[in-house]
């Protein structure tokens, strides 16, 4: 449970994303309500995998994007999450030396989401640890990229970020769970403003990892697109966004968790936890401009429809699901449906004052709920 005290609650004052729909957040947002399919096909030279189709992110080169100075072992996930911040502290400027965003120091904090980091790093040197001439015959340049939190830690190098770092994982929850995590080092008074989203790469060793949690999964919906991205924004005091020019494009009024032995529990434990959250911010189901849900395949979606159905009665707010168009980002996909929120309010598709909620359901029994008021 956490709830912004009253008169204080924090804002999100930019954003961006580096998704299937482009590198910038201009791109996203123009695309959003497109209508295209998540996936495209994939170059079977190219990648070994279950899958004939999924959301990459178009001409993402780390080295063209990023230079080649210090990008020799970079992995996927980590190139992302660095490409993203750059983008949200340079305000997508693409000229050299650009300033960044006023207020943000080096002082800022990082609250990163991710699934395991890269899985495809552990697999491989993992690989390369049994399959070289002894074992410890590794390239050691990559063992960094094994740890959850390389993308965080890298992204705070890069961008002189030297205030509180962190790396949650959670499932489709992560970045929700970030947000929290962000909520609680402001209360506290570790770090005024903070970076908080959440990254999940493509790669060959996620999709056969999903393919066979699939195969395990009665009720799953095997048709699912896997996608891939990284959607960051910034959350600080109004007065800050204010101080420095910025216009607070959403309140964070309040967030709210539980956790399910299984799909059918999770329809329950979600229900509560909307109503909870409405019943403490004040906001009644009929005053909802929107609901971004996660979009999730198989029975963990089919739980999550039905206890909006549950907690929201006879109320339909329109419906947003970045997932028709990014796909299934896994750890970054509610970083996603926020973005989308965000991305519906600069095209005053959600009016300044309304109220947007975000929920989502996982697998392993986490689910998640918060509430955006667009400024």
Same mark, same amino acid.
């Given at each position: 449970?956490?709830?912004?005290?009253?008169?204080? @609650?924090?804002?999100?004052?930019? !954003?961006?994303?580096?998704? $299937?729909?482009?590198?910038?957040?201009?791109?996203?947002?123009?695309?959003?309500?497109?209508? =295209?399919?998540?996936?495209? $096909?994939?170059? $079977?030279?190219? !990648?070994?995998?279950?899958?004939? &189709?999924?959301? +990459?992110?178009?001409?993402?080169?780390?080295?063209?994007?990023?230079?080649? /100075?210090?990008?020799?072992?970079?992995? =996927?996930?980590?190139?992302?999450?660095?490409?993203?911040?750059?983008? +949200? +502290?340079?305000?997508?400027?693409?000229?050299?030396?650009?300033? =960044?965003?006023?207020?943000?120091? &080096?002082?800022?904090?990082?609250?990163?989401?991710?699934?395991?980091?890269?899985?495809?790093?552990?697999?491989?040197?993992?690989?390369?640890?049994?399959?070289?001439?002894?074992?410890?015959?590794?390239?050691? @340049?990559?063992? $960094?990229?094994?740890?959850?939190?390389?993308?965080?830690?890298?992204?705070?190098?890069?961008?002189?970020?030297?205030?509180?770092?962190?790396?949650?994982?959670?499932?489709?929850?992560?970045?929700?769970?970030?947000?929290?995590?962000?909520?609680?080092?402001?209360?506290?008074?570790?770090?005024?403003?903070?970076?908080?989203?959440?990254?999940?790469?493509?790669?060959?060793? =996620?999709?056969?990892?999903?393919?066979?949690?699939?195969?395990?999964?009665?009720?799953?919906?095997?048709?699912?697109?896997?996608?891939?991205?990284?959607?960051?924004?910034? +959350? &600080?005091?109004?007065?800050?966004?204010?101080?420095?020019?910025? /216009?607070?494009?959403?309140?964070?009024?309040?967030?709210?968790?539980?956790?399910?032995?299984?799909? /059918?529990?999770?329809?329950?434990?979600?229900?509560?936890?909307?109503?909870?959250? *409405?019943?403490?911010?004040?906001?009644?189901?009929?005053?909802?401009?929107?609901?971004?849900?996660?979009?999730?395949?198989?029975? &963990?979606?089919?739980?999550?429809?039905?206890?909006?159905?549950?907690?929201?009665?006879?109320?339909?707010?329109?419906?947003?699901?970045?997932?028709?168009?990014?796909?299934?980002?896994?750890?970054?996909?509610?970083?996603?449906?926020?973005?989308?929120?965000?991305?519906?309010?600069?095209?005053?598709?959600?009016?300044?004052?309304?109220?947007? *909620?975000?929920?989502?359901?996982?697998?392993?029994?986490?689910?998640?709920?918060?509430?955006?008021?667009?400024?």
């Amino acid at each position: 449970m956490v709830n912004a005290p009253g008169g204080a @609650a924090p804002v999100i004052s930019a !954003w961006t994303a580096v998704s $299937p729909l482009g590198l910038r957040a201009a791109d996203f947002t123009a695309a959003l309500r497109s209508g =295209r399919a998540a996936g495209r $096909p994939l170059d $079977p030279e190219e !990648w070994s995998v279950p899958f004939r &189709e999924a959301g +990459l992110v178009p001409d993402f080169h780390i080295r063209q994007i990023l230079g080649r /100075k210090g990008t020799r072992s970079m992995d =996927r996930a980590t190139g992302l999450a660095v490409t993203a911040i750059r983008h +949200l +502290l340079t305000g997508e400027r693409e000229d050299e030396g650009a300033e =960044r965003l006023p207020g943000v120091g &080096e002082e800022t904090g990082l609250a990163l989401g991710t699934s395991t980091g890269s899985a495809q790093s552990i697999m491989d040197f993992t690989r390369d640890s049994l399959v070289g001439k002894k074992p410890f015959y590794v390239d050691p @340049a990559r063992f $960094p990229n094994t740890v959850m939190n390389c993308a965080a830690g890298q992204s705070a190098i890069w961008h002189g970020l030297r205030g509180p770092n962190t790396t949650i994982a959670g499932g489709r929850a992560t970045a929700l769970l970030a947000l929290r995590y962000a909520m609680r080092l402001q209360r506290a008074g570790r770090a005024q403003a903070v970076l908080c989203g959440a990254v999940e790469e493509f790669s060959s060793a =996620r999709a056969w990892l999903e393919w066979h949690a699939r195969a395990d999964e009665e009720s799953a919906d095997s048709a699912a697109v896997l996608g891939e991205g990284a959607a960051v924004w910034l +959350l &600080e005091p109004d007065a800050s966004a204010r101080e420095h020019g910025r /216009k607070g494009l959403a309140e964070v009024l309040g967030l709210e968790f539980g956790c399910a032995a299984d799909a /059918k529990q999770a329809r329950t434990v979600l229900a509560e936890a909307i109503g909870r959250l *409405l019943d403490r911010t004040g906001v009644t189901p009929g005053e909802l401009s929107a609901v971004a849900d996660s979009g999730a395949p198989g029975a &963990e979606g089919e739980a999550e429809r039905a206890a909006l159905a549950d907690a929201l009665g006879g109320a339909e707010p329109p419906r947003i699901t970045a997932a028709d168009t990014v796909g299934d980002t896994c750890a970054a996909a509610a970083a996603f449906q926020i973005a989308a929120v965000l991305a519906m309010a600069e095209r005053k598709e959600i009016a300044s004052g309304n109220t947007a *909620l975000v929920t989502t359901v996982d697998r392993d029994g986490v689910v998640g709920a918060a509430l955006l008021r667009i400024r």
